[in-house]
């Protein structure tokens, strides 16, 4: 990175301007903490910790450095040797194991958000989990996506198969989101199957280093698509950071594994799917204005290309800001600890952006923290590109 100033690829450091939480420094410190004997004191190192506490595992390192940085694995690799032996924080129990607690939370969602959206309750659960009181805790729909696709009426045509993942974030919180892309996929001349057990990915797992876990929750997914692996059915998928990672966590976490090969191959963020498996596919217009994030793994690890011209398919007249990382990245910005460097670095394009945006702007964004962003501190709602072209569709239909 001595070519490059790899202090505009960090958002920490855009923000701090303090050379420990750029790119470059935080790389300095990890090569003199190996200098030393990994095995004994330096997995411990409380300087190396601090260096590390402000990335946000955003990978923008990992797209931007000319040597391919990728500083969000050596935090995770750093953090999983240093909480070998010792408690984790409550935060990382909360936010990382976050799968877990949305599933026991869809058995009573009304009463979930009774307590964490009631005056006084809510504060005592952002208090326990040491959550900014800034922040709102995301409400939890009343009907999940698995719920509302096992009652759906299904249809008897013979049509070539598509797998949806309903990742924690849009089966949970935005079924509403997953419900359009079944749609969209349908529309597409698809056939839409989920997994048959619940599955996770395990992405917040990776940004309080617990590997272990993550690595299993991995085996569990090839484990139970191992059918569909070898049919070589396509795996759509909403979130970016839970595509990402089946292209870059698990090929280093499960290396020479062939199935593990297989999945990474027929991994697709929605776009992607449209536009490279189905080109034919007649998107309908949808003649407005939008203002396009995209997501830091999307960027970085996926590729951006496909998203912006589904856009320029359906005929929106779309900016795409240069905004960087939303500041979110997934509990970062919900934690007390880092909640000011996760509004600075909102404030530095996207969110002026969005303020400035007129009612009838659609404002896109494919990533639940990078949504929860923009609604937590505007008074924009933003939707996911699945939910932009099923609007589309409804357009169309509507016009005929």
């Known amino acids: 990175c001595r070519k490059h100033d790899s202090?505009?690829?960090?958002?920490?450091?855009?923000?701090?301007?303090?050379?420990?939480?750029?790119?470059?420094?935080?790389s300095r410190i990890l090569f003199e903490m190996l200098e030393g004997d990994p095995l004994e004191r330096s997995w411990h190192d409380e300087a190396v910790k601090e260096a590390l506490d402000l990335c946000l595992a955003c990978k923008g390192c990992r797209g931007e450095c000319p040597v391919n940085v990728d500083m969000a694995t050596y935090k995770s690799e750093f953090l999983a040797h240093y909480f070998e032996h010792r408690r984790r924080p409550i935060r990382a129990y909360a936010f990382g194991l976050m799968y877990r607690w949305a599933?026991?939370?869809?058995?009573?969602?009304?009463?979930?958000?009774?307590?964490?959206?009631?005056?006084?309750l809510r504060s005592l659960a952002k208090l326990a989990v040491t959550m900014a009181p800034e922040r709102r805790i995301p409400q939890f729909a009343r009907r999940t996506f698995r719920s509302w696709f096992r009652h759906r009426a299904t249809s008897r045509l013979r049509l070539p198969e598509v797998m949806l993942w309903p990742d924690t974030w849009n089966n949970y919180f935005h079924p509403d989101t997953a419900r359009s892309a079944v749609e969209v996929l349908k529309a597409a001349g698809f056939r839409v199957t989920i997994p048959s057990r619940r599955l996770c990915c395990g992405r917040p797992l990776?940004?309080?280093?617990?590997?272990?876990?993550?690595?299993?929750?991995?085996?569990?997914?090839?484990?139970?698509?191992?059918?569909?692996?070898?049919?070589?059915?396509?795996?759509?998928?909403?979130?970016?950071?839970?595509?990402?990672?089946f292209k870059d966590e698990m090929p280093n976490l499960l290396p020479g594994h062939d199935e593990a090969r297989r999945l990474r191959d027929q991994v697709f963020l929605l776009s992607d799917f449209l536009q490279q498996r189905c080109p034919e596919f007649a998107v309908p217009p949808l003649n407005t204005t939008a203002l396009v994030h995209g997501h830091c793994h999307h960027k970085a690890i996926l590729g951006f290309e496909s998203e912006s011209a589904l856009l320029s398919k359906m005929g929106l007249q779309h900016t795409i800001l240069d905004s960087g990382c939303c500041g979110m990245a997934g509990a970062f910005g919900f934690e007390q600890d880092h909640y000011e460097v996760s509004i600075a670095c909102g404030e530095r394009v996207l969110l002026p952006a969005v303020r400035a945006a007129t009612p009838d702007t659609l404002i896109i964004a494919d990533g639940f923290s990078c949504r929860e962003q923009i609604a937590q501190t505007t008074n924009h709602r933003a939707?996911?590109?699945?939910?932009?072209?099923a609007r589309a569709l409804h357009h169309k239909e509507n016009t005929i």
């Not at 869809?106 to 959206?117: E, G, I, K």
């Not at 939707?383 to 072209?389: E, G, M, S, T």
């Open 7 to 26: 202090g505009t690829m960090c958002p920490s450091y855009m923000v701090t301007r303090d050379e420990r939480h750029s790119t470059r420094g935080r």
């Open 103 to 120: 599933g026991m939370a869809s058995y009573a969602p009304r009463l979930v958000n009774f307590v964490t959206q009631t005056p006084g």
């Open 383 to 389: 939707i996911h590109i699945a939910d932009a072209l």
């Open 206 to 245: 990776y940004d309080y280093g617990m590997l272990p876990l993550a690595k299993k929750l991995l085996q569990r997914a090839l484990h139970a698509l191992r059918v569909e692996i070898r049919a070589g059915i396509p795996i759509v998928f909403l979130e970016p950071s839970c595509a990402s990672v």
